[in-house]
């Protein structure tokens, strides 16, 4: 009966045209010709990166600007200009872009160093080898002159800031070193973050050394999303397959959350997936809403998987308590029942003091509100609510059950 009506779905889903026409242009690897809302950003990267097509040493370089601010993608399109005009010309410029919040690629200090001598033909092994021999064999890889001419290389790091916090600072100050050594060949680095204070919390010397230039990517208001979305709408959607509104409604929402571009082509593609499943031909207002809604579930979910066990036994605690009580609650409360938890997972509770401390990292990562008030000659303690709705806590409290085995 279910094999008969999963046959029948499908065969229904293919016999109807769809709304998408191609939906990879909605998705954050897609990169498009035209970059709207920055073009003075390209103009600065590309003057700045200019002088490699001279054979000079361009500044290094540092692109800051929340999530889904167009800094990759405008430097992206910049290295294909500049690999596209040194390839017509004969010049010798290499780049390589790594995105550091991938584990395989640039997790440790070997790890990158690695990857980077790979790229300059150097057979390295995954492990084993002492930090100064793989830096000698990238070292040997990349001084080399090319026609009998020097050579310009610009090394692109993305999320720049995930490297430092896995490998530390002193990885940047011994790549930034490395021209020193080199006597074929310059190395420029590119730097992009997600975090605005990045550079300031860099050693001072490594700062010194690293931080050249810099440009700041602003958060994209309502209209400017709104642009971007129609630019891609047409390329993703058939023709007058969209309400009008939807576009709008979507370039709204995402602007109210921190002008996050990738959001709002997410929360369009998603809108459109929804559509489908519904057998609509058209998408709608309504379903944009609901796309905010699956997306908000889902990223929420995300984030508690990634939490560590005893954060994961505090939250559960607090949402049996909501549960029970569907009002406000305290630490004191919360405690009791996150010591029981615990012992039945097998880990060592914490200190009362420290599970605070979790509460209140938990509220910063807008799971719960926790406010801390005054119980007079009894001390202080959290008042905790729930940040998320309360349809979604039914949902977050079995996966927690299942992640901790409960």
């Known amino acids: 009966m279910v094999k008969s009506d999963i046959n029948e779905f499908f065969e229904e889903y293919l016999s109807k045209d769809g709304i ?21 950003e390209i103009k600065e990267i590309a003057g700045m990166m200019a002088p490699a097509l001279k054979g000079e040493k361009p500044s290094n370089l540092f692109l800051y600007g929340k999530t889904g601010t167009g800094k990759t993608l405008s430097m992206m399109h910049v290295v294909e200009k500049l690999r596209t005009i040194a390839k017509q010309k004969k010049i010798n410029l290499r780049i390589f872009c790594l995105n550091c919040k991938l584990k395989k690629v640039a997790d440790t200090e070997y790890r990158l160093i690695a990857n980077l001598a790979r790229e300059f033909g150097k057979d390295v092994p995954a492990t084993g080898l002492a930090t100064d021999e793989i830096y000698r064999k990238f070292i040997e890889g990349i001084d080399s002159k090319i026609d009998g001419k020097n050579q310009n290389v610009i090394l ?31 190395i420029t680095f590119v730097g992009i973050s997600n975090d605005l204070r990045f550079a300031n919390d860099l050693d001072p010397r490594v700062k010194s050394s690293l931080t050249e230039e810099d440009i700041n990517f602003p958060s994209y208001n309502a209209l400017q999303l709104q642009d971007i979305l129609n630019e891609r ?39 459109g997936e929804l559509s489908e499943r519904k057998g609509s031909n058209k998408l709608l207002i309504k379903h944009i809403d609901e796309a905010e809604e699956k997306i908000e579930r889902d990223l929420i979910s995300d984030v508690v998987s990634t939490l560590p066990k005893q954060s994961q036994l505090v939250l559960l605690a607090a949402f049996n308590l909501y549960g029970k009580n569907n009002t406000k609650i305290f630490t004191g409360d919360v405690y009791d029942l996150y010591k029981n938890l615990s012992s039945n997972v097998g880990l060592k ?3 009362q003091r420290r599970m605070s401390d979790l509460i209140a990292e938990l509220d910063m990562l807008g799971i719960i509100n926790a406010k801390v008030i005054s119980k007079g000659r009894y001390g202080r303690t959290r008042e905790i609510s729930m940040a998320i709705p309360d349809t979604e806590i039914p949902d977050l409290l079995g996966a927690l059950k299942k992640w901790l085995n409960l």
Do not use: M, W
Not at 156 to 162: A, K, M, P, R, S
Not at 180 to 185: C, G, R
């Open 233 to 271: 709408a047409k390329k993703a959607f058939k023709t007058n397959s969209i309400e009008q509104g939807a576009i709008e409604k979507c370039a709204a929402l995402a602007a109210r959350e921190h002008g996050d571009a990738r959001r709002a082509l997410d929360l369009l593609r998603v809108a």
């Open 156 to 186: 692109v790091l993305d999320e720049i800031d995930q490297l430092v916090k896995k490998a530390g600072d002193e990885i940047l100050y011994n790549l930034t070193r490395l021209n020193a050594e080199l006597k074929n060949t310059q």
């Open 349 to 351: 509770p914490l200190t």
């Open 20 to 40: 998408f026409n191609d939906k990879k242009v909605l998705q954050a690897s897609y990169t498009p010709d035209n970059i709207p809302h920055r073009d003075n």
